[in-house]
């Protein structure tokens, strides 16, 4: 966390103090975040604290929040102050070591579920995990599958594997620069890997997360391009592999897919309504 404290005025009850939050510039739900972590409360419970809003603020309760405030403030994610970020219902632990799960990572998690089946047994492989959500997430949704996770980095695997174990699903982890190392052949092979130009104007707004989960390149691509290459020595005969990738990306990811041979070639959009993923299925045939 940021050192530093903000002083928050009139900060004597909870209204009090998330009106002092939006004086500053705070966003409300972030702020009501931030204040249930101070309290010692669970995150879900912001209604909890609409009922208490007229209740006294503890000093001590005050000064935390204060401090949580200014970490807010200097850039700090609202994820890595309370050391938690919900996943496709998934409470999952998050810190600096990891890149903080986000809401439009779900839409590679539909796209999977859907490819899978209920009840059989399937091969999954998870690139890249970072936190374990993606590979978490499809193992609660598909408990017959058998899933698999890789992350380069040591420190990134800890918290992955620490999420498993706490949400008790047995997603097999394990260090790997993307497929390398792997074995055998996976049915499906997804992956939100890093895609951000290394020039991105968006990046300094990224800077407390780790750069390495977010840069590929000149253009966003390299790992994408690696990814692409190397698939199909994992894949089954109509296996398939999901890609997240940037807002502008999805013509140049689908024409990588397509140019190695990949079929069905085809996207799907985020809420927000733009594409967000891409994937394709290695033929039976080649």
Same mark, same amino acid.
């Given at each position: 966390?940021?050192?530093?404290?903000?002083?928050?005025?009139?900060?004597?009850?909870?209204?009090?103090?998330?009106?002092?939050?939006?004086?500053?510039?705070?966003?409300?739900?972030?702020?009501?975040?931030?204040?249930?972590?101070?309290?010692?409360?669970?995150?879900?419970?912001?209604?909890?604290?609409?009922?208490?809003?007229?209740?006294?603020?503890?000093?001590?309760?005050?000064?935390?929040?204060?401090?949580?405030?200014?970490?807010?403030?200097?850039?700090?994610?609202?994820?890595?102050?309370?050391?938690?970020?919900?996943?496709?219902?998934?409470?999952?632990?998050?810190?600096?070591?990891?890149?903080?799960?986000?809401?439009?990572?779900?839409?590679?998690?539909? +796209?999977? !579920?859907?490819?899978?089946?209920?009840?059989?047994? *399937?091969? =999954?492989?998870? @690139?890249?995990? /970072?936190? &374990?959500?993606?590979?978490?997430?499809?193992?609660?949704?598909?408990?017959?599958?058998?899933?698999?996770?890789?992350?380069?980095?040591?420190?990134?695997?800890?918290?992955?594997?620490?999420?498993?174990?706490?949400?008790?699903?047995?997603?097999?982890?394990?260090?790997?620069?993307?497929?390398?190392?792997?074995?055998?052949?996976?049915?499906?092979?997804?992956?939100?890997?890093?895609?951000?130009?290394?020039?991105?104007?968006?990046?300094?707004?990224?800077?407390?997360?780790?750069?390495?989960?977010?840069?590929?390149?000149?253009?966003?691509?390299?790992?994408?391009?690696?990814?692409?290459?190397?698939?199909?020595?994992?894949?089954?005969?109509?296996? +398939?592999? !999901?890609?997240?990738?940037?807002?502008?990306?999805? *013509?140049? =990811?689908?024409? @990588?897919?397509? /140019?190695? &041979?990949?079929?069905?070639?085809?996207?799907?959009?985020?809420?927000?309504?733009?594409?967000?993923?891409?994937?394709?299925?290695?033929?039976?045939?080649?």
């Amino acid at each position: 966390m940021t050192s530093g404290t903000t002083t928050l005025p009139h900060t004597h009850t909870i209204a009090q103090a998330l009106a002092g939050a939006a004086v500053l510039g705070l966003d409300r739900l972030d702020a009501q975040l931030l204040l249930l972590h101070a309290l010692g409360q669970p995150l879900d419970r912001r209604a909890w604290l609409l009922a208490h809003d007229g209740d006294a603020l503890p000093e001590g309760a005050a000064a935390a929040f204060g401090a949580l405030c200014s970490a807010r403030l200097a850039g700090d994610p609202v994820a890595y102050l309370v050391g938690e970020k919900e996943f496709h219902g998934l409470a999952l632990r998050v810190d600096p070591r990891v890149l903080v799960p986000r809401p439009d990572t779900e839409t590679l998690v539909e +796209w999977a !579920l859907a490819l899978l089946p209920t009840a059989a047994p *399937a091969k =999954v492989l998870d @690139l890249g995990t /970072g936190s &374990g959500a993606i590979a978490l997430a499809i193992q609660r949704a598909r408990p017959a599958a058998h899933v698999e996770a890789v992350d380069r980095s040591a420190e990134a695997l800890a918290v992955a594997r620490a999420n498993g174990q706490r949400l008790g699903l047995p997603v097999h982890f394990r260090q790997g620069d993307w497929l390398d190392g792997t074995e055998g052949r996976y049915d499906l092979v997804v992956s939100n890997p890093p895609y951000i130009a290394a020039g991105d104007p968006h990046l300094p707004a990224l800077a407390r997360e780790p750069l390495q989960a977010l840069v590929a390149g000149a253009d966003g691509l390299d790992d994408i391009r690696r990814i692409v290459q190397d698939a199909p020595a994992r894949l089954v005969a109509g296996g +398939w592999l !999901l890609l997240e990738h940037g807002h502008d990306q999805s *013509a140049a =990811v689908q024409q @990588l897919l397509a /140019g190695r &041979g990949f079929v069905q070639v085809q996207s799907r959009n985020d809420l927000a309504g733009i594409a967000r993923c891409a994937g394709g299925k290695w033929p039976a045939v080649k």
